[in-house]
């Protein structure tokens, strides 16, 4: 009994607790404890990916197998980069496999890192001439629209749900000018209602729409993913 008790006080001590420093808010030492403590991030840091999301696009495309040998991808919204390595790996880019290869294209309102097999660009994807710059860069089409862009937080639930929606349609509205035939787009939203027009777009436009919460998608987190596949065609 006493052994049992034991075992048990030490796997309870194996939690990282954060102290809270002076000037440091209670939810950032939360945040923080939470960060040390979570499998995906200590598993990122092992496996050298940029932070946890790399296995979100690794668990969808695992699902559902977008990202493949000689595809063209666009990353908005890329940084950190996991997404960007993720990709990298899986379409060959660095050409290291027999086979096809194929390209990344990460763009990001703020600067990224270099990523060995990929083309990372500052830019915000909302200005005016976005979307020519990014298609001026990428030098035809894609295979595949991958989009993780979030708006800053405004601290208002409702607020940060229509933003993200926003980011999401704009996205959308890029991946239907640039995808060849048959591509795919994945995008980040958050439950909230207001995501039903977009819905409707995409199943207008591809022939399968998923919505995903994957396994490395926090429990608490409001966050999905929307995957389309198939895409029918540039519209007149």
Known sequence: MTEKNTSGRGQRDLRVRVKTAKGRKLSSTLWL????????????????????????????????????????????????GGWCQVAVARVNALGERSGKQGTVLGVDLQEVEPISGAEIHQLDFLSDDADAKVKEWLGGSADVVMSDMAAASSGHKGTDHLRIIALCEAAAEFAFDVLEEGGTFVAKVLAGGAENELQLILKKNFTKVANVKPPASRSDSSEKFVVAMGFRGRRA
């Open 33 to 80: 404890e939470r960060q040390l403590n979570d499998p995906y991030v200590v598993r990122a840091k092992k496996e050298g990916y940029r932070g946890r999301a790399a296995y979100k696009i690794s668990e969808l495309d695992d699902k559902f197998g977008f990202l493949k040998p000689g595809a063209r991808v666009v990353d908005l919204g890329c940084a950190p």
